[in-house]
């Protein structure tokens, strides 16, 4: 075969694979409903099915079925399954990369459609922890309907960080150094932890005078899913080796259990000062300072509801100081 002709093999060969892509693209995937391209994206990304349900995507017989169903409409394997773990193929890959950018696209529009509202109404998304949704938003929620009654507000009580870049929720309020990328917000206030006891846990126990002396009453530590908090690391410290008598995933759950008498805990002032017959002992350390941040992802920073909450709660905050500095 002559030079001329291995070009001209060559080029028709490309022509044939763009053709096929083309073909897969247009003919066979369109068919694959968007249904079928998250579940292919839910997997790669996850590693399994059962990887891809337990964070929340599908159940896995259902992301079997839609995956099954995208390689026979596309006549190719689309996933390499190995000893539990599934890994895209090349074609695999480029549809993960489609799937990706369409759901990018569709978030965009999402928030650029919110960003748009002409009234601050609908339902807004805000994300807390447990500590700062029932001791603090839900007691202020009535004040904020009142000026926006149009405006639902969804609570998403979680002490996990939800990604506001994902759309997981529309505003946070969370202790942070500072936004994190692609965030934007408004410093509100300061909060400060001190260690509180029970009137019913001092009446069996001496009161402890410094934090020195923690470590030899009843300690109830923070849980592993609140291990990263500040206040988690000033207990463990405290004990000095010892071991807690309780420990809880939430800060509610921790503070009505010093409420109850059952031990001692560094708590946030705003909580622990608002617990019944219960009395703040000393600082924790210098008071364990952490600032706290109501943020939105930065497409969203015209969306006239996002604004009513942060003006709104910037203010209430502001006015709350005393409650989250402990100078009550």
């Not at 309020?173 to 206030?189: E, F, S, T, Y």
Request: aromatic share 6%; net charge positive; with cysteine.
């Amino acid at each position: 075969m002559s030079t001329r002709d291995l070009g001209v093999a060559s080029e028709l060969s490309i022509c044939r694979n763009a053709k096929t892509i083309y073909n897969l693209a247009m003919t066979k995937i369109s068919p694959l409903d968007a249904g079928k391209l998250q579940s292919i994206l839910d997997v790669a990304r996850a590693g399994s099915p059962s990887a891809a349900a337990s964070h929340g995507a599908a159940q896995p017989s259902t992301l079997y079925r839609q995956i099954e169903a995208a390689e026979r409409e596309a006549g190719c394997q689309l996933f390499i399954r190995k000893q539990g773990q599934w890994r895209p193929t090349a074609l695999g890959n480029r549809l993960v990369d489609i799937a990706a950018v369409l759901e990018n696209h569709l978030r965009d529009f999402a928030l650029a459609a919110a960003a748009q509202s002409e009234r601050a109404g609908g339902l807004l998304r805000v994300t807390a922890s447990d500590a700062q949704a029932h001791f603090y938003l839900v007691k202020r929620l009535a004040d904020f309907h009142l000026k926006y009654p149009d405006l639902s507000v969804e609570l998403l009580i979680t002490n996990q960080r939800l990604d506001l870049a994902m759309g997981e929720a529309d505003v946070a309020l969370r202790p942070h150094a500072q936004p994190g990328d692609g965030l934007i917000g408004r410093r509100v206030g300061r909060m400060l932890h001190a260690v509180y006891a029970a009137d019913g846990y001092l009446a069996r126990k001496t009161e402890p005078p410094t934090a020195d002396d923690v470590a030899t009453h009843s300690v109830l530590a923070y849980g592993r899913e609140l291990s990263h908090f500040t206040a988690a690391t000033w207990t463990v410290h405290a004990l000095r080796g010892g071991t807690a008598i309780a420990s809880f995933n939430t800060v509610t759950a921790l503070a009505r259990a010093v409420e109850s008498g059952l031990g001692i805990a560094v708590l946030p002032c705003f909580v622990g000062d608002h617990l019944q017959n219960t009395k703040r002992l000393f600082a924790a350390g210098n008071g364990l300072p952490a600032d706290i941040w109501l943020l939105c992802d930065k497409r969203l920073r015209r969306s006239r509801k996002v604004t009513a909450f942060l003006q709104h709660f910037a203010q209430a905050f502001k006015q709350d100081a005393s409650l989250f500095e402990g100078s009550n």
